[in-house]
């Protein structure tokens, strides 16, 4: 798969919101592009200097450590200046008003801003108000697309394709942008999709989004080849979705008695961080045979270079905002 | 009343103690006694002196009133009653920043409105007679067209205690609602209705669960899609046949307003069958627009009840065309841009609609829905005989409320041209039909069209 010269090509957007709406000529750009940083990271090669001179600002108003950190590398393994920014020490809890911050970080002339939110929306709301490229790195149950391109490049590196492909995305649907940006994905890609967890999780009109639902999970394993688990997101949770961990991990859980009924070289996947014992057993999550799991914290560097190298692709200069 | 520009009305002519005026050559359309036909009408001492065809031309004008009379030629265009807005938050007392009486009385004059009824959530609420009389108050030194008040149901709106519904009819209540949220106690909501039917006064109840309602849309494919929590129509639903049955033991007058589903108004038009003293009113947005107008995180789309699928809109048109619903608000819910430019889920409810209110009640007529007298019955007459005013007609010796507007003239709804403090209108961008010349409160001009 080694691949000495880079893709070349464009993305028609000047920033990176979601999934939807993203060409599948598009898509196959950015995981051939980062498929080559993949190989550039492992050769260790240096620090590259295609962003030298650029200023990335991470502006994360939800905690995250593997997101977070994951950005800082990529856009410093590039030559870029990245600046960490975090709700905890910003004027944020000091009551500015999300339009405020959009109009302070412009001022700072970034030429990309990577941002998390709490809310659906709030990301695509920040990029009308600022003139340099905005990647989406979270927004609330909306979207969160370098997740489901670093999913859908270890996909690819181990079954060669994605097209034809059944993908169960197991567990806390209702609450994951991770799941929703990867149905966009995979659908666009010609994988067969399907969401598998209780009713109570799932958002009521998501088989309208051209997926198979599932509420039983041995039904939903069923001959699949990739088994995505997610995680319990029970700080977004107010109300009872499910009673408790114990009768979520009985029906819920990731076995290796509900694998079974998967392909015998069925893959496991978790964007993390992981709740051991409640969505997933710690023995099906260490099988290295099995699990992708570290592999996808790999890829996420890889595609989130990608990433910042396809947006400043689109950008005039270096010295402050796109045009 | 206020009068425009501080113009002193003793001699203003229409107005009360002015000499008097004639507006010849109108379409006249007064829904109440189903007249539609080019006639004339004087005006004298802020009342209607005369109305009627044979007024049609300047020149039999002589044999009506006195000679030399100054007379407006209306070329033809319609001459209706004012509109009857019965479902207005006019923000003051409490949130100025949004909207006073004042700048919504001038919203009110430019879109032909010269009755508002104004919702009762207001900082305090407006939850004692004192209060009532406080808002009349104001309304006489600032406002430019009439201002009628509801009382809210429960003190401070908080679902629990009854206010004092006779002091507050006494005072001058229309009615008793809780605003924008429902009545949420079943036991409450039977009292209320037994109680308000010693005062001869409905209970008007927001269409939806409360629990159920926490969404921020309207729940289905593009909230899902949105990752937006969403507010199932079953909640509509299930608030409004849970209210039905309520009524139905108490023999109270209910009104629903804001409806939205086609379910809800399936459960309304079957208890109207019945003989049931059920009532309710829809807003523009509601046949206007639906959920895809939320497709971009459009917060100024964000409504309460939220906008509903396609089927939805076509079923509220299908009920105002049939009379199951009775009467059109503009639900005018004015809000700054703190409130606005926010993320979807934290954005506020509502959108401003004094100014659109005709022009999209008139959609409905350009697109042969609802014929013209119809459809100004939605606006007028039938809110009028819901709150038992007095207005909403064009009859000799009622007061001159009325509004003359060219039905066909096209023209481009642009926000922030609004007369309202705040800019927030669903309608933005939209070309619409039916633009208002002149607007008459009290025999004063209060608006006319530049």
């Known amino acids: ?323 | 009343m206020r009068y425009p520009d501080g113009v002193v009305p003793a001699k203003t002519p229409g107005g009360r103690g002015g000499p008097p005026v004639a507006y010849v050559n109108a379409r006249l359309l007064d829904p109440a006694s189903n007249l539609d036909a080019l006639g004339g009408m004087v005006v004298r001492n802020g009342q209607v002196a005369e109305i009627g065809a044979h007024l049609a031309a300047a020149g039999a004008l002589a044999a009506a009133g006195p000679a030399g009379i100054e007379t407006i030629d209306c070329g033809g265009m319609c001459l209706a009653p004012g509109l009857v807005d019965m479902r207005v938050q006019l923000r003051e007392p409490g949130e100025e920043h949004k909207e006073t009486i004042s700048t919504a009385s001038e919203a009110a004059a430019v879109g032909g409105i010269t009755t508002m009824v104004a919702l009762p959530n207001t900082r305090p609420a407006i939850d004692d007679a004192a209060l009532v009389e406080s808002v009349a108050r104001l309304a006489r030194e600032t406002s430019l067209v009439r201002v009628h008040t509801y009382a809210a149901v429960t003190r401070g709106l908080n679902g629990k205690e009854m206010t004092e519904f006779g002091l507050l009819a006494a005072a001058g209540a229309l009615g008793f609602t809780d605003a924008t949220h429902a009545v949420a106690d079943p036991q409450l909501l039977r009292r209320a209705l037994s109680y308000a039917r010693t005062f001869g006064k409905a209970i008007i109840q927001h269409p939806e669960e409360p629990i159920l309602s926490r969404g921020a849309m309207n729940e289905g494919e593009l909230s899902t899609r949105l990752g937006i929590p969403g507010s199932p129509a079953m909640a509509e639903i299930i608030q409004i046949e849970r209210d039905i049955r309520i009524a139905e033991l108490t023999g109270g007058r209910l009104h629903f307003s804001n409806v939205t589903t086609a379910q809800g108004l399936a459960a309304i038009r079957n208890a109207k069958a019945r003989g049931l003293a059920i009532t309710c009113d829809t807003a523009p947005h509601y046949f206007a627009l639906n959920e895809m107008a939320l497709s971009d995180y459009r917060t100024f789309a964000k409504v309460s009840p939220p906008l509903r699928s396609e089927d939805d809109r076509r079923a509220v048109i299908e009920a105002l065309k049939d009379g199951t619903i009775d009467a059109i608000a503009s639900d005018h819910s004015p809000h700054d841009q703190d409130s606005k430019r926010l993320p979807l889920a934290q954005a506020a409810f509502g959108t401003v609609g004094l100014e659109t209110l005709l022009p999209i009640v008139l959609e409905l007529v350009h697109n042969k829905q609802l014929g013209l007298l119809e459809a100004l019955a939605k606006i007028t007459s039938a809110p009028a005989a819901l709150l038992g005013l007095k207005e909403g007609r064009l009859a000799k010796g009622l007061a001159a409320d009325f509004v003359v507007f060219d039905p066909a003239a096209p023209w481009k709804i642009e926000a922030k041209r609004l007369q309202s403090k705040s800019k927030n209108s669903a309608f933005d961008d939209r070309l619409v039909q039916g633009r208002v010349l002149r607007t008459v409160a009290a025999g004063i001009p209060i608006h006319i069209a530049s």
């Open chain 1, 1 to 323: 798969m080694s691949q000495s010269v880079f893709p070349v090509g464009r993305l028609r957007l000047r920033h990176l919101l979601g999934i939807e709406g993203l060409s599948a000529e598009e898509i196959t750009l950015l995981l051939d592009l980062s498929e080559s940083y993949v190989e550039q990271n492992r050769a260790r090669g240096g620090k590259s200097s295609l962003l030298r001179g650029r200023t990335i600002i991470n502006l994360f108003f939800e905690n995250s450590t593997r997101t977070r950190t994951s950005f800082e590398l990529a856009g410093k393994r590039l030559g870029g200046d990245v600046v960490n920014m975090s709700a905890e020490v910003s004027s944020i809890k000091k009551g500015e008003t999300l339009m405020d911050t959009a109009v302070t970080m412009n001022a700072m002339l970034p030429d990309v801003l990577i941002v998390r939110h709490p809310d659906s929306g709030a990301v695509k709301l920040l990029s009308e108000k600022v003139d340099c490229a905005v990647i989406n790195a979270g927004d609330g149950t909306h979207e969160h697309p370098t997740q489901a391109l670093l999913d859908a490049l270890a996909i690819r590196r181990h079954k060669k394709r994605l097209q034809g492909l059944l993908v169960a995305i197991c567990g806390d649907i209702l609450h994951s942008r991770v799941a929703r940006s990867n149905i966009h994905l995979l659908a666009t890609m010609g994988a067969r999709v399907r969401v598998v967890g209780p009713p109570t999780l799932m958002p009521t009109a998501i088989a309208r989004m051209g997926v198979e639902v599932f509420h039983d999970m041995r039904k939903g394993l069923e001959g699949v080849d990739i088994v995505m688990m997610l995680r319990l997101q029970t700080e977004r949770m107010q109300g009872n979705f499910v009673p408790s961990v114990r009768e979520y991990f009985r029906h819920y859980g990731l076995d290796y008695e509900k694998l079974s009924v998967a392909k015998p070289d069925a893959l496991i996947m978790h964007p993390g961080p992981m709740n051991r014992g409640v969505e997933i057993d710690s023995e099906v999550a260490d099988d290295v045979d099995r699990s992708l799991i570290r592999e996808q914290v790999e890829m996420g560097v890889a595609v989130r270079m990608a990433c910042l190298d396809l947006l400043t692709r689109n950008l005039v200069s270096n010295t402050g905002g796109a045009t």
